[in-house]
């Protein structure tokens, strides 16, 4: 076996299992690499040239078009590339929405859907408004998605927003929720991961790092008809349609064009049917290595298990940091989990490897033949 201190200094890809940033397609990382110094004949790298120039116009409209086509959207959608992460879009989203003396409906499913919860109820204190908890798998330590049949939903709410992947505790809706108003998804971390049904939402949001691109940009995804309700007199930033209208400041450039050659990456490996092939294959099999031995115990409840995040425990927190250690002298990068929950994460992003997933499961088996 290799030690730790050959891996950290290597200079070949590894396997990376980060929850974020994720990892990026090889071929990317490659593309990417050739075109750093100079982009195509503009004599400079695509980070030096002007936003507005006819360089960068064209990458931003490819990367909308790709989006555009891989999700079936039409013309009646917005696609832009924000900054601020989704946690901006937390406040950014009840800001536009939740309107004077209304309700916003929100699922609790981990600490980023309470993240969104607290700055939802934030803005609703200034406007008489309310921001319901429809529904919560706290009690029980976020480990499984709440059966719809338990939500207490508002008929008259101006939206129903949840997270649909938790990569803290590795849960994940397998459905999209039921109701009569517009859907509004944190969808960052199983974004273009598999198909989803389009007309279930006002808005689609993603921070970029976890499956489509590096940290620094998010992906807002609007309706027309959804905009169009949104609050009067909001501050210039925070308003969608000053977004929507026209390309209003500078973009985070570099991470735009990498996103538009990981959409690309996307649809030549499938598109999202591929990626929810590829993604089940993957699960399918750390899950089944999970469950056929004592020695590992998954976190989540089997019917609410991510295919994104895949988390679990061993006997002992002790031999959980030994896991850890002893992975990444074999080339297994970031497995530690959460800070806030322990144990052991694998992220299994679209860009992760099935031999990369078989890698690690190897090692498992023979961590659990010398530790069990």
């Known amino acids: 076996m290799s030690t730790s201190a050959d891996l950290l200094t290597t200079t070949e890809r590894l396997h990376n299992f980060s929850a974020g940033p994720g990892a990026l397609p090889t071929e990317v990382m490659l593309e990417l690499r050739d075109e750093l110094p100079v982009y195509r004949d503009l004599g400079s790298s695509i980070m030096e040239v002007s936003h507005r ?54 699922l609790n499913t981990g600490s980023w859907s309470t993240k969104a919860i607290k700055e939802a109820k934030i803005v609703a204190r200034g406007r008489n408004a309310f921001a319901n908890v429809a529904a919560s798998s ?45 859907l509004v998804c944190d969808a960052s971390s199983n974004f273009l991961s598999h198909p989803i049904e389009t007309h279930r939402y006002g808005l689609i949001y993603a921070g970029a790092q976890k499956n489509i691109g590096p940290a620094g940009a998010t992906a807002v995804l609007i309706r027309e008809d959804f905009l169009q309700r949104r609050h009067e007199g909001l501050p210039t930033m925070l308003d969608y349609g000053t977004h929507t209208a026209k390309l209003f400041n ?45 020695f590992y115990r998954g976190t989540a409840r089997p019917d609410s298990r991510s295919k994104m995040n895949v988390t679990f425990r ?37 860009a992760v490897s099935m031999e990369s997933v078989q890698a690690l499961i190897d090692f498992m088996r023979h961590f659990e033949a010398a530790r069990g």
């Open 314 to 350: 061993l006997p002992s927190e002790d031999l959980e940091a030994q896991f850890v250690a002893e992975a990444k002298g074999e080339g297994l990068l970031a497995l530690k989990g959460y800070r806030t929950v322990g144990g052991v994460r694998a992220s299994i992003y679209n």
């Open 250 to 294: 500078t973009p985070p450039v570099y991470a735009v064009y990498i996103i538009e050659k990981v959409l690309a990456w996307i649809e030549n490996h499938g598109g999202l049917a591929g990626m929810a092939a590829r993604n089940d294959d993957k699960a399918s099999a750390l899950y089944g290595a999970i469950d056929a031995t004592e």
């Open 138 to 182: 706290e009690e029980a330590g976020f480990t499984y998605i709440p059966d719809p049949s338990t939500w207490e939903l508002s008929p008259q709410a101006a939206y129903l927003h949840y997270t649909s992947n938790n990569t803290i505790y590795g849960t994940e809706f397998h459905y999209e929720p039921e109701a009569e108003v517009p």
């Open 53 to 106: 120039s006819a360089a960068y116009t064209e990458i931003n409209e490819r990367v909308v078009a790709r989006m555009k086509r891989l999700l079936g959207l039409g013309d009646e959608w917005h696609v832009v590339f924000l900054q601020g992460g989704a946690s901006m879009q937390f406040h950014q989203v009840a800001l536009n929405f939740l309107p004077e003396g209304g309700v916003a409906d929100y």
